[in-house]
Each structure stands twice: as structure tokens, then as C-alpha cells.
């Protein structure tokens, strides 16, 4: 399996997998010209997509959508909550869209890919894991609390894509207004580094070994502190040989294959 993270933050969302002979991206949340730009200084042709999937309707996760498929064919995938809530901004998706249930498995190619539920304030929003035979990859990028289901899911993955979206105090002493703040440290918003690090010490199996962390906040977090407490933590359950990296909003990541 091969994954590029070519934007991960509140300002755009898109992750390349490719695996089992499919190429994906997960979420379009780029203007078309950054994804095909991101694409193609990662080394990706743009033509080789073939689908792209949905986790939620929040325009951080399908901006580009649109604009890209009317110059890349792409199969479209989502749940009915997601694509009716993507298609009341891009009317020209309707009835362009292959249905999955959450809570469901199928098959794009060779790739074996799994939905499941995750609590953030979207019409309805999903994880995935992407098997290929020989790995698994865990991805969940917006949730606002760890639940069982998804410590499930991570635990059986070799590597994993997880939200580390603030630093707990620097998210209360910021200048966002009050309402924001509860939102975003709610149930249904998003998962501290604490709260990244718990799930993933309480998920912890043998096989992980590749984290990279995801949907990090440009005004309450630094990569340093993401980076800092996951390692802390892992250290603390004896697992210092977990590859971590910090995902960027700017910066196409290194294609890692394993
Ligand atoms: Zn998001
Ligand atoms: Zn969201």
C-alpha cells in the first residue's frame, strides 16, 4: 500500500492511497489546480485516480471536487448523508454518486475498504480502513471523542491517519469566541493531541507501525506539541519503534509505501 498526505487542516483535506491496483484520494477539500498541482510534485499522475471517497460534507473535505472531475473522470463515493450534503454546493454531482452504507465493506479494484461511524457535527461522517491483502490503513481524521468502534478499527491496522487537531490550552486561551471553542473541543468536534494519544495507547497492537498525525490547527497547536505528546506517550507503553509524522497544511508529504 502507498499513502501521500497532499494537505491535511482546516483549510483542506486530501490524501492519496493507492493499493491492490486502485489509486485514490480520500476527500477533495483543495481548489482542482492545488490537487492536480500537489499531485504531480508528489509524483502522482493526476490521470491515475480513479476514485475519490468522502468522509464528511465539510467544504474543507470537497472544495476541488467539482472543478477536478470535470477533468478527471474520478468514480465518486459516499454515504447518502455526505453526498446530498456535498451535492447542495455542487448540484452537477447528483446522481454521479456510488452509495456506500456506513457501516459497510466493498471493494474498489483490488482494494478492500471499510466505512465506519465517527462523532463530529457532519450530516453523517466516516472513517476508513483500506486493506490490500498485505496492509491495513486506518484513516480518521474528524471526531471529536474516541469511541470503541474506532479504537477497533485502529488496532487492527499496520499503520493509521489520525486527527491531532489541538493543544487542549492553547485552543481555551485563544481569541476564538466561546461557542467555537466548545465545538471544537465537543463531543462532535475534534480530538486533542491528549486525546490522540489515549486512543491510540489504548489501540496499540504489535503490528502498528506508522502513525502519521492529521488535521493539526494552525492557530492551537504546533507540530511540535502534536509530535511531542503522541512520542511521550508511546514512549510511556514501550513503543519508541512507532514511525510518527505531523501532517501538513502547506507541504505534500513523502510517499510512504509498506
Ligand atoms: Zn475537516
Ligand atoms: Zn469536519
Known amino acids: 500500500m502507498e499513502v501521500c498526505v497532499l494537505a491535511s487542516g482546516s483549510k483542506g ?5 493507492a493499493g491492490g491496483g486502485t489509486a485514490l484520494l480520500v476527500d477533495a477539500g483543495l481548489s482542482a489546480r492545488e490537487m492536480v498541482a500537489r499531485l504531480q510534485a508528489a509524483g502522482i499522475a493526476p490521470e491515475s485516480i480513479q476514485a475519490v471517497l468522502f468522509t464528511h460534507d465539510h467544504v474543507d473535505h470537497y472544495r476541488g471536487i467539482e472543478v477536478f472531475r470535470r477533468k478527471f473522470p474520478v468514480r465518486l463515493f459516499a454515504n447518502e448523508g455526505t453526498a446530498a450534503g456535498i451535492e447542495q454546493s455542487c448540484p452537477k454531482l447528483a446522481s ?8 459497510s465493506s466493498f471493494e474498489i479494484g483490488g482494494l478492500h475498504v471499510e466505512a465506519f461511524t465517527v462523532p463530529h457535527d457532519a450530516a453523517d461522517p466516516v472513517g476508513f480502513v483500506f486493506d490490500d491483502g498485505a496492509a491495513r490503513l486506518c ?3 474528524d471526531l471529536g471523542q474516541a469511541t470503541p468502534l474506532i479504537r477497533a478499527k485502529l488496532a487492527q491496522c499496520h499503520a493509521a491517519i489520525l486527527e491531532s487537531n489541538h493543544d487542549y490550552d492553547m485552543l481555551m486561551q485563544s481569541e476564538r469566541p466561546w461557542p467555537l471553542k466548545t465545538r471544537i473541543a465537543g463531543r462532535s468536534g475534534h480530538l486533542s493531541n491528549e486525546d490522540a494519544a ?3 495507547c489504548a489501540a496499540l497492537s504489535e503490528q502498528l507501525h506508522t502513525l502519521w ?7 492551537c497547536n504546533t507540530p511540535a506539541l502534536a509530535l511531542n505528546t503522541m512520542r511521550q506517550a508511546l514512549r510511556a507503553a514501550g513503543r519508541e519503534d512507532v514511525r510518527i509524522e505531523v501532517m501538513s497544511q502547506t ?8
Open 251 to 258: 507541504r505534500v508529504s513523502a510517499r510512504l509505501v509498506f
Open 198 to 200: 489515549a486512543l491510540i
Open 139 to 141: 484513516l480518521a481524521t
Open 13 to 17: 483535506n486530501c490524501i492519496y492511497v
Open 96 to 103: 454521479e454518486w456510488e452509495i456506500f452504507e456506513t457501516s
Open 213 to 219: 498525525l492529521a488535521h493539526l490547527s494552525e492557530e
